[in-house]
C-alpha cells in the first residue's frame, strides 16, 4: 500500500520561530509531492509543490526541502506568525494515480 | 472555494437511512474526488471518478457508493448510514490528477 508518513501529530512555535514538518514516503514512482493548509472549517489547500527533481524550492517563508535518496520532504515555515496556526497535509502522487495524504500535522504559533 | 460547491454543508441523519451528498464544480475538471477526513486518519480517498461515468473505489469505498451523469456533478451515497460514517466529507478537482482543488466540506452526524 503507497503511504505517506507524517511527523509530529502537532507543533507549537513561537512567534518568529521555524516550524518543521517532516513527511516520509515508500514508493520510488512519486514524482509530485505537494503540502496543503487547512485552516478550521475550511477545505485543505495547496500550499507548496515540488518534483523530485530539485532539492529545494521557496515560496514566501515556505520551504519544501526534499531528499530522495531518504524518500523523505519536509516543510519549512520560516518567521512563523500567528495566522499560520493550521493543520498541515503532505501528499504524494505520480500521473495516473490518486494522491495519498499524510494524517497532518496541526501547527499552533503561540503570539 | 472558487469553482466547487459542496451541499448539504452539515447533516445530521439517523442510522439506516439513506444519505446523499453532492459536489458541484465550475471548473470542467475532469478528475472528481471524494475524501472523508477524520482524526489521526488524515483524509482517506473514498471514491474518485475520471469521466462521465467512470468512477472507482478508493481505500475506504464500503458502504458509499458514488455517480457521476454529467461533468460538473459527483455524488457521494450512504446506502445505509452507520455512526463510523460520521466524518467530514470534501470533495475535491483536478485537471491533470495533480494540483487538486478542495470544496469547503459536509460535516455528517449520524445518531
Known amino acids: 500500500q503507497q503511504q505517506v508518513k507524517q511527523s509530529p501529530q502537532s507543533l507549537i512555535v513561537q512567534k518568529g520561530g521555524i516550524s518543521i514538518i517532516n513527511c516520509a514516503y515508500e514508493?520510488?514512482?512519486?514524482?509530485?509531492f505537494p503540502w496543503y493548509q487547512q485552516f478550521p472549517g475550511k477545505g485543505p489547500a495547496l500550499l507548496i509543490a515540488?518534483?523530485?527533481?530539485?532539492s529545494e524550492k521557496k515560496e514566501g517563508r515556505f520551504t519544501i526541502s526534499f531528499n530522495k535518496s531518504a524518500k523523505q520532504f519536509s516543510l519549512h515555515i520560516m518567521d512563523s506568525q500567528p495566522g499560520d496556526s493550521a493543520t498541515y497535509f503532505c501528499a504524494a502522487n505520480r500521473g495516473g494515480s490518486r494522491l495519498t495524504f499524510g494524517e497532518g500535522t496541526q501547527l499552533t504559533v503561540n503570539p | 472555494d472558487a469553482g466547487i460547491t459542496q451541499s448539504p454543508r452539515h447533516k445530521v441523519t439517523e442510522t439506516g437511512t439513506p444519505v446523499t451528498l453532492r459536489c458541484h464544480q465550475t471548473e470542467n475538471h475532469r478528475y472528481m474526488y471524494w475524501y472523508r477526513q477524520d482524526p489521526g486518519h488524515g483524509l482517506r480517498l473514498i471514491h474518485y471518478s475520471y469521466g462521465v461515468k467512470d468512477t472507482d473505489k478508493g481505500e475506504v469505498s464500503d458502504g458509499y457508493s458514488v455517480s457521476r451523469s454529467k461533468t460538473e456533478d459527483f455524488l457521494l451515497t450512504l446506502e445505509s448510514a452507520t455512526s463510523s460514517q460520521t466524518s467530514v466529507y470534501f470533495c475535491a478537482i483536478s485537471d491533470q490528477d495533480y494540483g487538486y482543488t478542495f470544496g469547503s466540506g459536509t460535516r455528517l452526524t449520524v445518531v
Open positions: 515540488i518534483r523530485p527533481d530539485v
Open positions: 514508493n520510488t514512482a512519486f514524482d509530485y
